[in-house]
């Protein structure tokens, strides 16, 4: 069993940034592939982006393109998305997922383990 730790959400206004860390106490991702989702309320889970076992290889939905980055820091067994130029529309719960294959996947019921997700307001 894997728990995963979300930390960094936060109210913001538009335009700002912010950075999420997720981290498993204890325990190492090892070259588990990482992803972000998120929900907003009223609407369904949605993929934000993912990383490769190996971080060699990764994905953001269209909607986050050019403004979020999905890192990993081997050894320090954190993965982080740096998100910049924040819109309303980026409110939402952030959800950090790892699964047990080492290539990623944009699809959420393909992860094994989740967090329980940090809260992420822009406001206009």
């Known amino acids: 069993q894997v728990e995963l730790v979300e930390s960094g959400g936060g109210l913001v206004r538009a335009g700002d940034s912010l950075r999420l860390s997720c981290s498993a106490p204890g325990r190492t991702f090892g070259d588990y592939a990482m992803a972000w989702f998120r929900q907003a309320p009223g609407k369904e889970r949605e993929f934000v982006a993912a990383?490769?076992?190996?971080?060699?290889?990764?994905n953001y939905a269209d909607a986050v393109k050019a403004r979020f980055t999905i890192s990993r820091e081997p050894g320090k067994n954190v993965v982080n998305l740096q998100m910049n130029n924040l819109g309303p529309n980026d409110t939402a719960v952030y959800y950090c997922?790892?699964?047990?294959?080492?290539?990623?996947?944009?699809?959420?019921?393909?992860?094994?383990?989740w967090g329980q997700g940090t809260q992420v307001t822009v406001s206009s």
């Open positions: 997922a790892a699964r047990s294959s080492s290539v990623y996947s944009t699809s959420s019921p393909s992860y094994n383990y």
């Open positions: 990383i490769s076992g190996s971080a060699r290889s990764w």
